[in-house]
């Protein structure tokens, strides 16, 4: 008789639990929305039209000093001011994601395809929205506030031991206001350019008084923006991929990430302000939201689907390009 083997081990721990996804953990790609800036550096105007006109005074004849003395018994000097109008389209942008029947019923915890799908088609059209603020403001042969009445050339380069970028930035801030009477109130920085400026013996001479061993002197957006006296240092980081679904992937910053811009923004738009650019966003466009944005979800029965849709209408409109100054590529 074989002597009976005794099995310590058993059961063994692959009998007693079968691997299945967590429901309290997943790994996804939604960027942090702190990350865009292309509702944060111009005002948006809430339009009810997809396109329409507004009213522009020329700056010329509104900065004169024109006022004569008057001697009694004669007329006042006189004269007027010229108004033009302009105009904007919103674009509609959409984007879709379809959520089949099959892939609802047999989708285990913690997966949600229609909020997944939302998601997905919102960052998509948010996405699409930061690559258009790029191409439409953050860029060559736009802006004409600066000192050369065009782009920048910075030399010597900022990340060059003998570079002074606040002198090259106050430079272009007195530029615009010289030229406006406006003085410009944001700096958009490309992320490369914010790496090398939190570094910068320029800024940090200036903000290192009373650090200790545990308190370094760090140069913070607040801090940039204190320096420069403008209200607002914003930093665009958000990326893209822009090689094909199912390609090679080829990733990136959305903005240009050598590049500075300077502005004047206004506060919000009013009647008888000006402002660098202004975002018209159609929020008359039926279900649309502040931002233009509206989702939609309706059934494709012939694909036995759901679509979840997402559009977003605007128009990145530059409206005074005197009121703005680029700087391009300011590093090495």
């Not at 004849?61 to 919103?90: C, H, M, N, Q």
């Not at 403008?230 to 903005?255: K, R």
């Not at 009013?270 to 649309?288: D, K, R």
Request: glycine share 6%; proline share 6%.
């Amino acid at each position: 008789m074989d002597p009976i083997a005794i099995r310590k081990a058993n059961p063994t721990p692959g009998d007693v639990h079968q691997d299945r996804p967590l429901t309290n953990i997943s790994v996804n790609w939604i960027q942090e929305q702190t990350r865009y800036i292309a509702h944060k550096i111009f005002p948006m105007v809430p339009v009810a039209k997809q396109s329409d006109l507004y009213y522009k005074f020329d700056r010329a004849d509104w900065l004169r000093a024109v006022a004569e003395k008057r001697a009694p018994s004669t007329e006042s000097a006189g004269g007027g001011f010229r108004i033009t109008t302009d105009s904007y389209y919103a674009d509609v942008w959409a984007f879709h994601k379809d959520v089949d029947d099959q892939l609802r019923a047999n989708a285990d915890q913690p997966l949600n395809p229609d909020r997944n799908a939302t998601q997905f088609a919102t960052q998509a059209c948010v996405t699409r929205r930061e690559v258009e603020w790029a191409t439409n403001y953050f860029t060559t042969s736009i802006w004409t506030g600066s000192s050369t009445g065009g782009d920048i050339t910075v030399a010597p380069k900022w990340d060059a031991a003998d570079s002074t970028p606040i002198e090259d930035v106050r430079l272009e801030i007195y530029a615009i206001l010289s030229k406006t009477g406006f003085k410009p109130n944001k700096l958009v920085l490309g992320a490369d350019v914010w790496k090398v400026l939190q570094d910068h013996p320029d800024f940090l001479d200036r903000i290192n008084r009373g650090q200790t061993p545990v308190g370094p002197a760090i140069v913070n957006k607040a801090a940039l923006a204190a320096i420069l006296e403008i209200d607002e240092v914003v930093v665009a980081e958000a990326v893209y991929n822009t090689g094909p679904e199912g390609g090679t992937e080829s990733t990136g910053f959305i903005v240009g990430n050598h590049d500075v811009l300077l502005v004047y923004a206004a506060p919000a738009p009013a009647l008888e302000v000006p402002s660098a650019g202004y975002n018209f966003v159609w929020t008359g466009l039926f279900g649309a939201g502040a931002a233009g944005n509206r989702i939609s979800n309706f059934r494709m029965q012939h694909l036995k689907s759901d679509r979840i849709e997402c559009e977003m209408s605007w128009a990145q409109k530059v409206v005074a390009a005197e009121l703005g100054a680029f700087l391009d590529n300011v590093l090495t």
